[in-house]
């Protein structure tokens, strides 16, 4: 075994809840670039090894194996802020064992009400250096405090409403069968989510209504109507639409046509004239 294979064996895990699909409201990436450039480095700088549950899909840990890492790791950290639903049901996971979770959100999320007697750490959303490298010291420093006051200060809700800590019980194992079928579960949510997460950014770009379609400044473009950029440059005109493709086709004056996507639509700024 290499120094570096050990000590990522001997180096505490540090679970990352946090959204992992792309959010209304922010942009595409986002909080993967969240992930990548303020919560790691903070994890790292605190002395954590950071995982996060499609890392925990990657190295073959399922919907129970996930479960497991928001229970049994040493910290946790849960960035709550859009109020993603799936993120909320897995911090209550861990509240539900009082293991200290380090509470961090952007600017932009308002607070939550069940969880807003808990202290939590805010960070800038732009994810402009300057404000990255304050906000990673920040989150680090959050997480250190955060493992000294351990089980015996304020991690959860669950003290704050003097309930009994839940308990792993002992020898506790998932069936053959059952693991076999949580993972086809598990690959049928993803390939949902996959399909959900083009839809929705296709939406927001466009969307295709029978014979016109509808860009995302609100105007309707049918077939031979003007197409203009977020200048209002005419670039050409509108000769096909293919609604399975969510595709658009365009003729340019020089006679090519060219095919637009969601994403080359949104780019482009691509909008019908208003005449």
């Not at 990548?36 to 990657?58: C, F, M, Q």
Request: aromatic share 8%; charged share 25%; hydrophobic share 40%.
């Amino acid at each position: 075994m290499t120094t570096q294979e050990n000590a990522e064996k001997t180096t505490p895990i540090c679970f990352v809840i946090m959204p992992i699909s792309d959010v209304h409201g922010y942009e595409p990436g986002h909080f993967a670039r969240v992930y990548e450039h303020l919560l790691k480095p903070a994890i790292v700088a605190a002395g954590y090894s950071p995982v996060r549950a499609d890392d925990a899909v990657k190295t073959d840990y399922i919907v129970v194996g996930i479960i497991q890492k928001i229970v049994e790791s040493e910290m946790v950290i849960c960035d709550f802020s859009a109020r993603n639903p799936n993120v909320m049901y897995e911090l209550g996971i861990r509240h539900a064992f009082n293991k200290p979770v380090t509470l961090v959100k952007d600017r932009r999320t308002e607070k939550v009400f069940d969880i807003q007697g808990l202290r939590y750490t805010e960070y800038d959303d732009s994810l402009r250096i300057d404000s990255v490298q304050k906000d990673v010291s920040k989150i680090s420093v959050a997480i250190t405090e955060t493992a000294k006051v351990g089980e015996n200060g304020l991690n959860s809700v669950i003290q704050l409403a003097g309930i009994k800590t839940a308990e792993v019980p002992a020898g506790q194992k998932v069936s053959p069968d059952t693991q076999l079928l949580l993972s086809a579960i598990g690959a049928l949510e993803r390939r949902i989510e996959s399909v959900e997460i083009k839809g929705v950014s296709t939406a927001r770009y466009f969307r295709i209504e029978g014979d016109k379609v509808i860009f995302a400044e609100g105007s309707e473009g049918e077939i031979n109507d003007s197409i203009a950029n977020q200048e209002w440059q005419v670039i050409g005109t509108l000769v096909d639409i293919h609604p399975l493709e969510e595709k658009i086709f365009i003729r340019q004056e020089s006679g090519k046509i060219i095919p637009y996507s969601a994403f080359s639509v949104k780019s482009k700024g691509l909008q019908a004239l208003p005449f």
